[in-house]
């Protein structure tokens, strides 16, 4: 059972370049969700998914798309890098309940030059 | 909205020192209250939480109380080790147009110092 996993763990980008994070899960989770982690932020919610073929604006959707084509797998696209996109980004997962626990990859951290 | 007010710190403290974290929040409704605990380079992950009024929640030693009259969910723990260094989350759930919607605090750095 490997939980949230996330490919790649760390990736350099010259500004403009494009680019896919992976983020899997094997818990049958519905609901996913792409955070990204600044400092001083916290964290900050780009998109989430509340099923398959299903997707949604989060707090910071600017820059960035997503896709669900398979309940297990979430994926964040860039399509042309910003240094403003530097940050690690984490993938999770959850049940769809309030008091669900959320269950978080182990980020990718992403450098724009 | 929803809102997770904590401290940033760093926290520093000695081994075995007595450790309270503040967080109160801001919610429309009747929110589930979490801490979430980060390990240098790895994700967040559960330490406890509570899903209604006066319920503890608690885990390796740490322990957190709902106070829905204070709106607040305080972390402590009674002898902190060196390898309780790490960033903890305060967060709040809700249920809000279909999904889960969690709001995080900013995080507060602890280090502990043998």
């Known amino acids: 059972n490997a939980g949230v996993t996330q490919t790649p763990k760390f990736r350099v980008l010259k500004t403009g370049q494009s680019m896919t994070l992976l983020c899997a899960q094997d818990?049958?989770?519905?609901?996913m969700y792409w955070y990204r982690q600044d400092p001083g932020m916290g964290l900050r919610l780009i998109h989430y998914s509340v099923g398959e073929g299903t997707t949604a604006k989060g707090e910071v959707p600017d820059g960035y798309n997503v896709s669900r084509l398979k309940k297990q797998n979430f994926l964040l696209g860039l399509e042309s890098a910003a240094p403003s996109q530097t940050s690690v980004y984490f993938c999770?997962?959850?049940?769809?309940?309030?008091?669900?626990?959320?269950?978080f990859g182990p980020g990718t951290r992403l450098t724009v030059l | 909205g929803n809102s997770v007010t904590q401290m940033e710190g760093p926290v520093t403290l000695s081994e075995e020192a007595f450790l309270t974290i503040n967080c109160t929040y801001t919610?429309?409704?009747?929110?589930?209250l979490f801490w979430y605990v980060q390990y240098p380079g790895e994700g967040l992950q559960l330490l406890l939480k509570a899903t209604k009024a006066d319920d503890k929640g608690s885990n390796k030693g740490f322990e957190a109380t709902y106070r829905k009259e204070t709106t607040s969910f305080h972390l402590e723990k009674g002898s902190v080790q060196v390898s309780d260094s790490a960033v903890y989350f305060c967060a709040l759930s809700e249920s809000a147009g279909g999904y889960q919607k969690v709001t995080f605090g900013i995080g507060t750095k602890l280090q502990v110092i043998p």
């Open positions: 919610a429309t409704g009747y929110p589930s």
């Open positions: 818990m049958n989770h519905e609901y």
């Open positions: 999770a997962s959850s049940y769809p309940l309030k008091q669900s626990t959320q269950y």
